[in-house]
């Protein structure tokens, strides 16, 4: 059993801090832990616009706390997300996420992410595994 709390991996290595500045996430189960999925808490910051394309993972993310807005750059779409409300990229969409307040989800990825993954130029995260 593993038991630990967001707050046990603030300003560990569990805890990233997105290059581009518009994120960060702490990262409380990782591939290392081999059970098949990621879980993140992660805070985007109001006012940022981040663009994203999971071409080698897929994401649940559950909205906790803020409001934003998720746009299908495939098809156009717009979607409020606010508390209470999840959206599934199911599809490896390309999307954008725009916080109209900070805006904290909890996410998981399958595949799991190892901890040390950034959006690249095309907002993908890299197929990293643990060796």
């Not at 725009?98 to 959006?119: A, L, M």
């Amino acid at each position: 059993m593993i038991v630990r709390s967001f707050k046990d991996i603030e300003n560990t290595d569990r805890h990233v801090k997105a290059a581009s500045g518009t994120w960060e996430s702490k990262r409380i189960v990782l591939a290392k832990e081999k059970v098949g999925f990621s879980l993140h808490e992660t805070i985007m910051y109001a006012g940022t616009e981040t663009s994203m394309w999971y071409a080698n993972h897929i994401e649940a993310v559950l909205c906790v706390e803020g409001e934003a807005q998720v746009t299908n750059d495939e098809t156009g779409e717009v979607h409020d997300i606010t508390p209470g409300t999840m959206y599934l990229l199911d599809g490896h969409e390309h999307h954008t996420v725009r916080p109209k307040s900070d805006f904290r989800v909890i996410c998981v990825f399958n595949p799991p992410v190892t901890g040390r993954e950034d959006h690249d130029e095309n907002g993908v995260y890299p197929l990293l595994t643990e060796d």
